[in-house]
């Protein structure tokens, strides 16, 4: 097989065009578009940059993202599909594959290229009929500054929370959450001192009053209209002061304003005697978390939405609300967890995977994403979407009439890690690097630089892979971890030390051993491309 060349990684503007494609809506859903290639098909190559354009008058950059297969001819991508206004009639299928990474709630216009002392000369201010236009290294580092650095919709479960988790206005919204969680403590551990009209408003309701410097703004903190970056700092000083009153649980919101309303025949002495009940199980020392859960939702005129929601604001850390919006979110997650354990297991894994500093913070998140402030993509959706690249790149293969049967036949087994690569990687590695297995038939043949994205040298380059164990492998795959040049484990702040150990990453791990000169180049990629957060041992 012919050595191919491997150029310089490039940056380019794609054209979408509203009248043929809705790229604004179709953005809020999929993160993966098979773009339609009709310049530089010749240079354009997994890896580049690409910066979306949408045109028209209220256009301009809207998202960016990354080459994830040279060109090559594809069929339309059912996803696609809902969002396609006018058929393209170009016969000619040859498309890439891009990958979004940042969609922006703001598009750079074209008027601010056009005062940008680098970009107003950029090709597709010049000339705007096309689908590709080539970007020089100075205009994409000119475009990469003008453009925003943050937006929510669109974007991964772990980018939309990331995100989340970096916004002032949101991080304030949580600590207001921890802060009456920690008022409503000292409150319901005073049991002897519970009214019923004091539980219904300091617990009960989500909030009955909120004062800052004596004015009443109840709806303010949480409705995002309302509480600008400004008004945010104003409340930001006053709970660091002390000056902001809270009252009600601020966490979730009941089905009635007041406790027992369906109950019958209830006088409000027996409601107060249910409440002070459920009150000292939920103080009793004895108990788990769980089981405080448990025997609180069996007291009459609670159920598993306040007594996961008056838990939680005692252990923060140990229990999650389970209500008709996480239910909600977990549905759109396609998370399944029937019943209150898996419910809990299920929050937990996600806790751990996201990074969430507790459940306060989570179930904001959460509830955010089922009211669509927060909208992510859908990620059986993605990899299967990416499943369907892979597919149409082992057709491509198949016709092609550049390369013989047989070679054929390996290009296709390499993506599962079988034939002539696997054997190329048995050259160079003789264990997994990570969990120490040497057993090669309990090893897997694992690309550094994804399958998709490489050429056929690259799908064959024993260099370009790993044998990893089959847990090490998924994490490698997805980003987790991933290597420096000099062997260093570098893995993704994501990923918390327990699930680390469980799927065998050693607790002393923190250099794997040298790389060659070649495996370091498709480390590279892998860093970039694929490898999701910071390294924790710095």
């Not at 290639?37 to 028209?56: C, M, P, S, T, Y």
């Not at 997994?432 to 090669?440: A, M, N, W």
Request: charged share 25%.
């Amino acid at each position: 097989m012919a050595t191919e060349t491997h150029p310089e990684k490039r940056s380019w503007i794609f054209q979408a065009i509203p009248q043929y494609f809705d790229l604004n809506e179709a953005l809020k859903h999929i993160r993966i578009f098979r773009w339609r290639i009709k310049q530089f098909k010749n240079e354009i190559r997994a890896g580049d940059d690409v910066f979306l354009w949408l045109a028209g008058s209220d256009g301009g950059v809207v998202a960016r993202g990354t080459v994830v297969t040279d060109p090559l001819d594809m069929e339309d991508s059912q996803e696609e599909l809902p969002f396609v206004k006018e058929a393209d009639k170009d016969k000619d299928r040859l498309s890439a594959a891009v990958e979004i990474n940042t969609v922006f709630g703001v598009p750079v216009q074209r008027e601010d290229l056009k005062a940008h002392p680098v970009l107003s000369s950029i090709s597709i201010l010049k000339q705007s009929r096309g689908t590709n236009f080539a970007l020089t290294e100075d205009e994409a580092d000119s475009l990469d500054a003008l453009c925003p650095r943050s937006e929510l919709h669109g974007a991964s479960l772990f980018e939309a929370f990331s995100l989340f988790h970096a916004t002032p206005v949101e991080q304030l919204r949580v600590r207001i959450r921890r802060e009456r969680a920690a008022q409503l403590r000292e409150f319901l551990g005073d049991i002897d001192g519970i009214t019923l009209d004091g539980f219904n408003r300091e617990v009960w309701v989500l909030e009955s009053a909120t004062l800052l410097g004596g004015e009443d703004i109840r709806g303010a903190l949480f409705d995002s209209s309302l509480l600008d970056n400004e008004f945010a700092v104003q409340v930001a000083v006053a709970l660091d002061a002390g000056d902001l009153e809270l009252h009600g649980n601020y966490v979730w919101r009941p089905g009635s304003t007041v406790y027992g309303s369906p109950l019958a025949n209830v006088t409000d002495q027996e409601k107060l005697s249910h409440v002070k009940h459920a009150l000292r199980l939920l103080n009793d020392p004895t108990l788990s978390p769980s089981e405080k859960v448990v025997q609180i939702e069996s007291v009459p005129g609670f159920g598993f939405p306040t007594a996961t929601g008056l838990v939680i604001l005692l252990h923060p850390e140990e229990i999650a609300i389970m209500n008709k919006q996480t239910e909600g979110v977990f549905e759109k997650l396609r998370v399944n967890c029937k019943g209150f354990a898996a419910f809990q297991a299920a929050a937990s894994q996600l806790r751990s995977e996201l990074g969430a500093d507790d459940y306060l913070e989570l179930d904001w998140f959460l509830y955010q994403i089922n009211q669509g402030m927060i909208e992510v993509a859908d990620r059986e959706q993605h990899e299967k979407m990416l499943r369907d690249i892979d597919c149409q790149i082992e057709a491509s293969i198949e016709k092609s009439t550049a390369v013989n049967q047989t070679e054929k036949e390996q290009l296709v087994k390499s993506r599962i890690g079988q034939g002539q690569f696997r054997h190329n990687i048995q050259k160079l590695e003789l264990s997994c690097r990570v969990s120490g297995v040497d057993d090669v038939r309990f090893l897997i043949a694992s690309h550094i630089k994804p399958w998709r994205a490489c050429d056929n040298v690259e799908r064959l380059d024993g260099a370009n892979g790993l044998f990893l164990s089959p847990n090490i492998d998924l994490l490698f795959d997805r980003g987790h971890i991933s290597f420096e040049d000099d062997g260093t484990l570098l893995i993704a702040s994501v990923v918390d030390e327990k699930t680390l150990r469980s799927l065998g990453v050693p607790s002393d791990m923190t250099n794997c051993g040298h790389f060659s000169s070649k495996q370091k180049r498709y480390l590279a990629y892998h860093r970039q491309h694929v490898f999701l957060g910071s390294n924790k041992s710095e």
